[in-house]
């Protein structure tokens, strides 16, 4: 299959934090994939900045070497890449300062047209100055964007301090709060799935759905970042953002088009229909875990006190908990949703558990008939399965078993896969938020999540501690096996 390609009218970039991990590892590569692609022409310009100094040479210098680390072999031609690096060029700036603004403005292309996209990948809470600044020095055109990295506040007030000092400035049809697990493959797929067939509409309902799963599973530890991971934990990191907006595309309602607003207002629904978790359930709908020293595949690893250089911590790095939808299409289906660090296997997915057939035909011999799974797989191998029950092939009278029906993208495409910030980056400069979350959406998803943090504090649910390299706490595995089902594990 033969992806299409459309360029794009040129354009500045700015990444403020251009030196930062963030940059080096995903956006740097991604827009050397999208100009190798074609999809980058003429004139664009990407402007780093930090407050480092250097010149434009050497930051060139780091851009060869993040790709060289982070684009494989074979998708790196000598000179597509100082094609790619003569559009670079560096500016000292220090946000909190005067500084280095007025050669920023000297370096971008004047026009009302051109499309100008300003990247914040520097800490969250320079988003509000970053903004103002770019204000007050007037580099804001009609075309301008601003996209801005997450994670967007540490509760619904906090989010509301960033959403508004970054408002103060821009419209919000020129903020585009990035969450990349929108921007894969699979999750989009996820749309095609649902409204391209008219095979899953009419069966996506409680009546025919069990419940749904979400897993985002790491077996990495915190790496480094246990200063940020210390003051959010799981259900900050994952679930108020990746996991919930998951949550929304398996649930929505069919929007009337893909108008990014149509979609999102229907996101939006769900997130309020979500049934409270607070002080009177917190202890049955969630558990939270710490992991403790244990293994990988690599050998042994040491526990998350111990990472982090703490004697104690009250911080989860494992969450799961039993949401509910109270809404006509999904009233009395569950969704069950766990993520954490240290686990057994990296993996993320939904699987979409169909109801049991309501009477079998066949007798005892020919075994167990299992309802019927949809597993969407995000990563690692993105792809969908489907398990349907079959006939043993063969003789030996009519025995039933359940067999995968498997698209998994790497082997049914030929081309690569791209990663989510390719796909995002190019939404942006295309002007195209579908794929971004609108300031309510981030605030209704805050406004579910801040009573759970608000109880375990006031009923001092701590985590309950794991070993590394396992699924978690026991509890976890109690929280789905109570209710007579079962976390999903692979291998269909
Ligand atoms: P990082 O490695 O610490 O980089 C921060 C960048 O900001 C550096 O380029 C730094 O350069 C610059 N900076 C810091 N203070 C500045 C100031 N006062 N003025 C101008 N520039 C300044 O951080 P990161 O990991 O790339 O993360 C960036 C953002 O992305 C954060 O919001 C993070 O939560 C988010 N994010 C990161 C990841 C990831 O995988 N890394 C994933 C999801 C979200 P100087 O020190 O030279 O100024």
């Known amino acids: ?38 999809q980058i022409v003429g004139d664009t310009r990407i402007i780093a900045t930090a407050r480092a100094h250097m010149t434009s040479e050497a930051y060139r210098d780091l ?32 946000v909190t300062g005067e500084t280095g603004w007025d050669d920023l403005g000297l370096l971008l292309k004047p026009g009302a047209e051109r499309v100008r996209a300003f990247y914040l990948a520097t800490s969250p809470d320079l988003f509000g100055v970053i903004s103002a600044k770019l204000g007050a020095h007037g580099l804001i ?28 400035v821009f419209e919000e049809h020129q903020i585009y709060r990035i969450d990349h697990y929108l921007g894969k493959e699979t999750v989009q797929n996820l749309m095609a799935l649902r409204f391209g067939n008219a095979l899953f509409e009419p069966i996506w309902n409680a009546a025919h759905i069990d419940h749904v799963q979400l897993t985002v599973a790491e077996s990495i530890g915190v790496e480094g ?60 709908l969630t558990v939270r875990g710490q992991y403790e020293a244990g293994a990988s595949a690599q050998g042994p690893v040491p526990g998350y006190l111990e990472e982090i ?16 939808i109270a809404n ?28 049991p057939i309501p009477h079998s035909i066949f007798d005892g011999s020919a075994g167990p008939i299992q309802p019927n799974q949809l597993v969407i797989r995000l990563q690692p191998d993105e792809g969908v399965k489907l398990q349907i029950m079959i006939k043993d092939p063969g003789p030996g009278g009519m025995r039933l078993r359940a067999v995968p029906l498997d698209m998994s993208f790497a ?16 939404d942006v400069v295309r002007g195209n938020p579908t794929l971004f979350m609108r ?19 006031s009923t001092n649910m701590l985590p309950r501690s794991y070993r590394a390299g396992t699924w978690g706490p026991s509890a976890g595995v109690a929280l789905i096996e109570r209710d007579g089902r079962t976390w999903h594990e692979d291998g269909i």
């Open 1 to 38: 299959m033969v992806s299409r390609v459309i360029s794009l009218d040129t354009f500045d970039f700015v990444a403020f934090g251009g030196t930062g991990d963030l940059a080096r590892r995903k956006l740097l590569p991604a827009l050397y994939q999208r100009d190798r692609a074609g």
């Open 63 to 94: 851009a060869r070497t993040a790709i060289e680390t982070h684009v494989k072999a074979g998708e790196r031609e000598a000179d597509t890449l100082d094609r790619f690096l003569a559009r670079l060029e560096f500016v000292s700036v220090d």
């Open 141 to 168: 055109t009609p075309e301008t964007r601003v996209v801005i990295e997450k994670p967007v506040g540490k509760s619904l007030a906090s989010a509301k301090v960033v959403n508004d000092a970054v408002g103060q």
């Open 225 to 284: 970042r246990g200063g940020y991971y210390d003051t959010a934990g799981a259900l900050r990191d994952m679930v108020q953002n990746h996991m919930l907006q998951l949550l929304c595309l398996v649930a929505m309602e069919p929007p009337s088009s893909l108008d990014a607003d149509a979609v999102r207002d229907e996101k939006l629904k769900i997130l309020k229909s979500l049934k409270p978790i607070n002080e009177s359930n917190v202890g049955t």
């Open 309 to 324: 250089g703490a004697k104690q911590s009250a911080n989860e790095t494992f969450v799961a908990l039993k949401a509910e």
């Open 328 to 355: 006509w299409r999904w009233a009395g289906t569950p969704f069950y949703l766990r993520s954490g660090k240290r686990l057994a296997q990296r993996v993320s997915e939904i699987v979409v558990a169909f109801r």
């Open 411 to 426: 082997e049914s495409f030929s081309g690569r896969n791209p990663d989510a910030y390719e796909r995002l980056v190019m």
């Open 439 to 457: 300031r309510d959406e981030v605030e209704a998803a805050w406004t579910w999540v801040d009573p759970i943090l608000n109880a375990w504090a």
